[in-house]
């Protein structure tokens, strides 16, 4: 594909290597580490009072990750290396799975090491390390990378006629924003545990003008026209993320069980139709190309022009500026009045 642009950033939830320790076994006393230092069978505890920390991650058009300008932790600029995904077993009998994240200063020294965990942690819980997977971890972030729409979710297709996501197929026509009808060129699905900050955001009916209640992945980014600038961005033509937007009555996180979670990608990003509710379809870049299965991947280098950046890109506003006591009302009265 044809380079994606200005690198992008990404806000992610991990635990500082220190606090996640052998309790038993060959490292008894260490930290978690990266893949070479590991060894199975090793059981792990979360330190009592840890917390994550938000580490913000910048993605290079290369395929690169750096530690961005204004991250909680991490030195800016430093790279970020993807080195493994692990697999654990619960005392009760769960898995969980943490992506191992490698921070190296310019001499190419570990400086250092994060766990994205893929589902919570729980304090003084046994963790057994039962699967180091090298290969994996790109495409685990990928995974967590991709804004998804669930299971039901309503498409407004270029008839107008209302479609369950999962019913769609690559060859149907869906009504967008920007381009009107667009062709769909592939459909991705995956079942991931609904829970912590990965679990889905629900809009509730008539949250922000939405005809039916919407489910999406956090990060996905709604597309919201203002006819008066309630924010101050600056502009009437916003995107904001699902997860910003949070308010505890009205739009929540719902927490628990699992859930089924559809991409759809067309030749461009788009702004298509869900619940009534304006929404991004998936962006191909050096995030979440990962995702896509290797075939597929080749394929579609070849189909698709690139994701290049469109001017709707630049119209994301920044959580602090939805640092209102409800900013989802804020909106949803802006977009009619």
Not at 149 to 157: E, K, Q, S, V
Not at 223 to 228: E, K, L
Request: some cysteine; charged content about 25%; hydrophobic content about 40%.
């Amino acid at each position: 594909m044809t380079d994606p642009g200005p690198s992008l950033t990404q806000t992610l939830p991990v635990y500082r290597a220190a606090v996640f320790n052998v309790v038993a076994g060959a490292n008894l006393g260490d930290p978690i580490s990266f893949a070479a230092e590991l060894d199975l069978d090793d059981t792990y505890e979360l330190r009592a009072g840890a917390t994550p920390v938000r580490l913000t991650l910048e993605t290079r058009p290369d395929g690169g990750f750096l530690v961005a300008s204004g991250s909680r932790v991490g030195v800016p600029g430093n790279r970020l290396c993807l080195d493994a995904c692990l697999t654990f077993m619960s005392s009760q009998g769960a898995t969980t799975e943490i992506i191992v994240m490698v921070e190296v200063d310019a001499a190419g020294d570990v400086e250092q090491v994060f766990a994205l965990p893929l589902a919570p942690l729980e304090a003084k819980i046994d963790y057994t390390l039962v699967g180091i997977d090298r290969d994996s971890a790109r495409t685990k972030f990928a995974q967590v990378a991709c804004v998804s729409f669930t299971r039901g979710t309503r498409i407004t297709m270029a008839s107008g006629a209302q479609t369950p996501i999962e019913a769609l197929r690559e060859g149907v026509r869906v009504l967008t924003r920007d381009d009107g009808p667009q062709t769909v060129r592939w459909i991705g699905a995956s079942t991931m545990r609904a829970t912590g900050s990965f679990a889905p955001i629900r809009i509730r009916a008539g949250a922000l003008n939405n005809t039916g209640d919407l489910l999406v992945s956090p990060d996905h980014r709604l597309f919201i026209y203002q006819r008066s600038d309630a924010l101050g961005a600056g502009r009437n033509e916003i995107l904001v993320r699902a997860r910003h937007l949070v308010n505890g009555t009205t739009i929540v996180q719902e927490d628990g069980g699992f859930v089924d979670y559809f991409q759809i990608l067309f030749d461009e990003h788009q702004i298509i139709y869900a619940e009534g509710i304006a929404a991004e379809t998936l962006l191909v870049d050096t995030r979440t190309r990962a995702a896509l299965p290797p075939d597929l991947d080749e394929a579609l280098s070849r189909r698709i022009p690139g994701h290049a950046p469109r001017p709707h890109h630049e119209f994301e506003v920044s959580e602090a500026l939805l640092d209102h006591p409800d900013a989802a009302e804020m909106l949803r009265r802006a977009s009619t009045r």
